[in-house]
């Protein structure tokens, strides 16, 4: 079955760039994403990646995608306190009974 | 973009009641519906597949009889929460996908069930 692994914690200064690492096991996964989750709240689609990318980049998010460790990472740059958070990785494959399976999560920690 | 609305937010109840939970797609028809529940500092356990017009596909483990999952439109999916016990208290999001869409998923904001 689908594992998918996360670092429990991570703590950075404000204004320094963020790497959140996720390694999954399932090769056949087609699609990853990374979620967000403020307390109390749902999640929040960050950005996600195709299993043919190897990056992408959206304003201050870049996604590194190896797949042939099937290591995925987020990278935030110039992190806000306002970035404070759960991120959480996820992966699907293709077809429209397809589910996500979720990471561990890694609580995000930006201190002045 | 895609919005999913969920209510309540919040639900305190007392034990032995039962407890609707919803699901609405906004702005677009989700034939998949998928509910979760969270505990406190965990990732999000996938209880349950919904497809419009037909019976929820359930994770192992979880009891069909007691999370009863209604998907009667292509914008509403409903979990009810039936004799809940305090056990059952936990964070539940929902999640919906358009039709034909692999991969967009768009997650409610949660509810908060609190059984006393």
């Known amino acids: 079955g689908e594992d998918v692994e996360q670092s429990l914690f991570l703590s950075v200064r404000e204004g320094d760039s963020s790497v959140i690492n996720c390694t999954y096991t399932d090769s056949s996964s087609t699609y990853l994403y990374w979620y967000k989750q403020e307390p109390g709240a749902g999640l929040q689609l960050l950005t996600y990646i195709f299993s043919n990318m190897d990056m992408k980049q959206d304003q201050r998010l870049t996604v590194l995608l190896n797949k042939k460790d099937k290591h995925l990472s987020l990278r935030i740059a110039d992190t806000q306190t306002g970035d404070s958070a759960i991120y959480f990785c996820a992966e699907s494959k293709t077809g429209t009974a397809s589910k996500l399976t979720f990471g561990t999560g890694t609580r995000l920690q930006v201190t002045l | 973009g895609a919005v999913v609305s969920q209510h309540p937010s919040r639900v305190i109840c007392k034990s032995g009641t039962s407890v609707k939970i919803e699901c609405r797609s906004l702005?677009?028809?989700?034939?998949?519906m998928f509910w979760y529940r969270q505990f406190p500092k965990q990732s999000l356990m996938l209880m349950a597949t919904?497809?419009?017009?037909?019976?929820?596909?359930?994770e192992q483990g979880v009891e069909k009889d007691k999370f009863l999952i209604n998907h009667a439109s292509l914008t509403l999916s409903t979990l009810t929460v039936t004799s809940a016990h305090p056990e059952d208290s936990s964070f539940y999001i929902c999640?919906?996908?358009?039709?034909?869409?692999?991969?967009?998923?768009?997650f409610g904001s949660g509810t908060r069930l609190t059984v006393v």
């Open positions: 702005d677009f028809q989700a034939t998949t």
């Open positions: 919904s497809n419009e017009g037909s019976k929820a596909t359930y």
């Open positions: 999640s919906a996908r358009a039709a034909g869409v692999d991969y967009g998923y768009t």
